[in-house]
T-cell receptor
Framework: GAVVSQHPSRVICKSGTSVKIECRSLDFQATTMFWYRQFPKQSLMLMATSNEGSKATYEQGVEKDKFLINHASLTLSTLTVTSAHPEDSSFYIC?????????????FGSGTQLSVL | EDKVVQSPLSLVVHEGDTVTLNCSYEVTNFRSLLWYKQEKKAPTFLFMLTSSGIEKKSGRLSSILDKKELFSILNITATQTGDSAVYLCAVEALGDYKLSFGAGTTVTVRA
């Protein structure tokens, strides 16, 4: 089945640094990728929708200058958390939808646990 | 704004029991309802429902959608400890493919 690879799986960083998270579709072309954030014991909250070759669409309340999204190719989207602060500590997870997939379901990456000290 | 409400928030059962999880929703231009199982990391896909009244089944899990009453249920029969997880319900709207997730139901199956 289709696989989405997300790296890194865990990041611990100091406050003020930037962190880049990669999301790759391994065996299909992903025209659209979604970035979610999940705080402990809460559900997944959509942050932004990323379309290849165009600017990401951010959900209300998500700072586009803080969470930079780049979807430069049909197999790669990146999320950069700029100047991370402790309140950005969360589980970030991507999902991808492909243009060649007949089965109508999204595929999720394995997630990235970000801890900002 | 799309809204997905799951109940109960959590439950504890013993192996062999049957559990029923509920998901009610409000969404503009409904496209589909999806169920996921989340253990420690990424959610894994269980079912996608688009039509009312048609039960989808996979082993001991089954699910059905009622588009008139705007809800879905997920049943797990003969539960096993490996069924312990958070079960997420999500709805998808036409056009943008975005998913709105419910808060999830935490199921704990005790041996």
């Amino acid at each position: 089945g289709a696989v989405v690879s997300q790296h890194p799986s865990r990041v611990i960083c100091k406050s003020g640094t930037s962190v880049k998270i990669e999301c790759r579709s391994l065996d299909f072309q992903a025209t659209t990728m979604f970035w979610y954030r999940q705080f402990p014991k809460q559900s997944l909250m959509l942050m932004a929708t990323s379309n290849e070759g165009s600017k990401a669409t951010y959900e209300q309340g998500v700072e586009k200058d803080k969470f930079l999204i780049n979807h430069a190719s049909l197999t790669l989207s990146t999320l950069t958390v700029t100047s991370a602060h402790p309140e950005d500590s969360s589980f970030y997870i991507c999902s991808a939808r492909g243009i060649d997939i007949l089965n109508e379901k999204l595929f999720f990456g394995s997630g990235t646990q970000l801890s900002v000290l | 704004e799309d809204k997905v409400v799951q109940s109960p928030l959590s439950l504890v059962v013993h192996e062999g029991d049957t559990v029923t999880l509920n998901c009610s929703y409000e969404v503009t231009n409904f496209r589909s309802l999806l169920w996921y199982k989340q253990e420690k990391k990424a959610p894994t896909f269980l079912f996608m429902l688009t039509s009312s009244g048609i039960e989808k089944k996979s082993g001991r899990l089954s699910s059905i959608l009622d588009k008139k009453e705007l809800f879905s249920i997920l049943n797990i029969t003969a539960t096993q400890t490996g069924d312990s997880a958070v079960y997420l319900c999500a709805v998808e709207a036409l056009g943008d493919y975005k998913l709105s997730f419910g808060a999830g139901t935490t199921v704990t199956v005790r041996a």
